[in-house]
């Protein structure tokens, strides 16, 4: 990388943290629904862990994995926003008229959300352990959860920047957001995939990458080192972020149609 | 491969076509010399903005060619644009940063050294009276100070030539003459060259050395102010009769004095033939025939006349026929 393509990356992003956490309204809900949810489902679902082949007897630490992949979601509503913001009062032209590369702007844009979740990451992981939940894995798991964790939002906010690159407007962006709800919830958001017993729902949860995400972090917090858990939990992230980042890429080709 | 003879801004033939929409730009012929500020008048949706697009390589034209900076504005955008300012219709500044940290993320932007980014920005944000404010979010700016960070963002980069699109639309009077203010400056200053949009006449009137006057797509006239109102030539005389049942005499004993204009309704306006008509012999011949009126008022042709005497229509009244065209485009059709 050169030095003028790092600078174009580092200075794209210092703007996309900054506008990020002056945003109260966009970081606050990142992290408090989340964790209300955890509470929630902490207290209410333990009876759930009663169930044959359910994995441990705390839901705390079972449903901790889920707040990552939520904070996820609400992360990638955030960089979409900022992007169909910066299309819509036509801050995008005036990047347009610089020496900007369109790689620097697509990667400095998403640092914001990567930085997000950073915080969500860490503030989940001392809330949840804090309030009793298990991390098996040990003190070297704490990395590797915020990793794939970082690799989930990349792939949620890549498709939330590809939205707004592609249709330059806020609200759709903000439509995605029940969407990404539905395929949370049609996961193995509540219930590991073998104690589901009903049929087709267990066989979309085993279609749906999401359960994988969210099975790589549990078996951390489960488990302890589960190669093949955390395998899928990196190629289901990893493939997401590689899949928004292309789309994205593409959309801010045709977006970006200086000569 | 940049010509140093060339013209600051040159464009043969220019033409934009929109996908099912209209030719909003259809052959334009341009010529702006280096120094000089080029006013480009016309009401909204006239093509102004699509030209601006066309000439910063934000938007490629469908057909025809244009230099600015020596530079063709297809095969050479990247060296089009590290030698231009933009000020585009919206002043597009992020609400969550300041006005210095809009400075320097413009100027590391143009690979500026990070020495030169705090000097330079905080030059010109001297320059355009924002000093004070610098350190306040631009969410809290008033609309004019808003406009002049843009143009101070605009000239991070020591640009050449600037194109302003409209800069003053929205604006309170006070704002708009401080803007107009620092454009003179600059032009003396520095020799910056403006590619100047706009829908007000007297913004043009007062900044442009040249103008041309763009409706629905085409350059319709062009020239200096003064070349322009000398096409036109003749003033015209108005006339409100004290007594309304009095206007259709008025309006005949203006006539012998020549043709009729639109005017206002409660009168009658007529642009004088020319010779030895002055406004003493109108007022004889209203005297002759007992006519007492309210208003009298001899106009020197203006830059509104010569948008009407070019295009058949005021300013304001091609305004509102686009609006209402835009109106009626989105009108849903009645089952």
């Known amino acids: 990388m050169n030095a003028a393509l790092a600078l174009q990356i580092g200075t794209v992003a210092r703007r996309s943290i900054v506008r990020t956490m002056r945003q109260p309204a966009m970081v606050v809900p990142a992290l408090v629904f989340p964790l209300l949810l955890l509470s929630i489902n902490s207290g209410g679902l333990h009876a759930a862990t009663r169930l044959p082949g359910f994995p441990t007897d705390s839901y705390l630490t079972f449903a901790l994995g889920l707040t990552f992949v939520q904070g996820a979601m609400f992360a990638a509503m955030s960089a979409g926003t900022n992007v169909a913001m910066d299309i819509e009062t036509g801050f995008f032209n005036r990047l347009s008229l610089t020496p900007l590369r369109r790689v620097a702007l697509l990667l400095g844009q998403l640092s914001g959300v990567v930085v997000l979740a950073l915080i969500q990451a860490t503030t989940f992981l001392v809330v949840g352990l804090t309030a009793g939940a298990g991390l098996k894995a040990g003190p070297l798991g704490v990395p590797v959860i915020v990793a794939i964790s970082l690799l989930t939002t990349l792939g949620f906010g890549s498709i939330g920047a590809f939205v707004?690159?592609?249709?330059?407007?806020?609200?759709?962006?903000q439509g995605l957001f029940p969407l990404f709800?539905?395929?949370?919830?049609?996961?193995?958001m509540a219930l590991p995939r073998n104690v589901i017993e009903i049929h087709w729902f267990r066989t979309v949860a085993t279609w749906n990458p999401v359960s994988y995400m969210l099975e790589g972090i549990r078996s951390l917090?489960?488990?302890?080192?589960?190669?093949?858990?955390?395998?899928?939990?990196?190629?289901?992230?990893?493939?997401?972020?590689?899949v928004g980042l292309v789309a994205a890429s593409s959309a801010l080709k045709t977006r970006m149609v200086r000569t | 491969m940049s010509d140093p003879s060339a013209a600051a801004i040159e464009a043969e033939s220019l033409v934009r076509v929109f996908k099912k929409g209209p030719r909003a730009v259809d052959g334009i012929d341009l010529r702006v010399e280096h120094g000089e500020v080029y006013g480009f008048l016309g009401p909204n949706g006239a093509g102004k903005s699509t030209t601006v697009?066309?000439?910063?390589?934000?938007?490629?034209p469908t057909e025809g060619t244009a230099r600015v900076a020596g530079y063709d504005i297809v095969k050479e955008g990247p060296q089009v644009r590290s030698s231009i300012g933009a000020a585009l219709q919206e002043a597009a500044l992020d609400p969550f940063l300041t006005g210095r940290e809009h400075m320097r993320?413009?100027?590391?932007?143009?690979?500026?050294?990070?020495?030169?980014?705090?000097?330079?920005?905080?030059?010109?944000l001297e320059r355009v009276g924002l000093s004070d404010a610098a350190d306040r979010k631009v969410g809290g700016y008033s609309g004019g100070m808003k406009r002049r960070l843009d143009l101070a963002l605009a000239l991070i980069h020591e640009p050449r030539i600037l194109f302003l699109d409209e800069p003053t639309t929205g604006l309170d009077p006070q704002s708009r003459t401080a803007l107009w203010e620092e454009v003179q400056r600059l032009v003396a200053d520095r020799g910056v060259t403006v590619f100047l949009t706009t829908q007000y006449l007297e913004e043009?009137?007062?900044?442009?050395?040249?103008?041309?006057?763009?409706?629905?797509?085409?350059?319709?006239a062009e020239g200096t102010p003064n070349e322009l109102k000398a096409q036109i030539g003749?003033?015209?005389?108005?006339?409100?009769?004290?007594?309304?049942?009095?206007?259709?005499?008025?309006?005949?004993?203006?006539?012998?004095?020549?043709?009729?204009?639109?005017?206002?309704?409660?009168g009658a306006t007529v642009r004088l033939s020319g010779g030895d008509v002055t406004l003493a012999s109108v007022v004889r011949a209203l005297d002759a025939e007992d006519l007492q009126v309210e208003h009298l008022q001899l106009h020197q042709p203006s830059l509104s006349d010569v948008f009407l005497a070019k295009t058949g229509r005021s300013l304001e009244g091609a305004a509102r026929e686009h609006e209402q065209a835009q109106e009626d485009a989105e009108e849903p059709v009645a089952a």
């Open chain 2, 53 to 60: 697009h066309m000439l910063t390589t934000l938007l490629p």
């Open chain 1, 181 to 188: 709800f539905a395929t949370l919830f049609l996961s193995s």
């Open chain 2, 105 to 124: 993320f413009q100027a590391a932007l143009h690979s500026i050294p990070r020495e030169e980014r705090r000097q330079r920005g905080d030059q010109l």
């Open chain 1, 221 to 242: 917090l489960i488990d302890g080192w589960n190669g093949e858990a955390l395998a899928l939990g990196f190629l289901a992230s990893g493939g997401l972020a590689l």
């Open chain 1, 164 to 173: 707004a690159l592609r249709t330059g407007s806020g609200e759709t962006v």
């Open chain 2, 234 to 266: 003749r003033p015209s005389v108005e006339a409100i009769p004290l007594e309304p049942e009095d206007l259709g005499r008025v309006t005949e004993v203006l006539e012998r004095f020549g043709e009729p204009v639109p005017g206002t309704p409660r």
């Open chain 2, 204 to 220: 043009a009137d007062i900044l442009a050395r040249r103008i041309g006057i763009i409706d629905n797509g085409k350059i319709v």
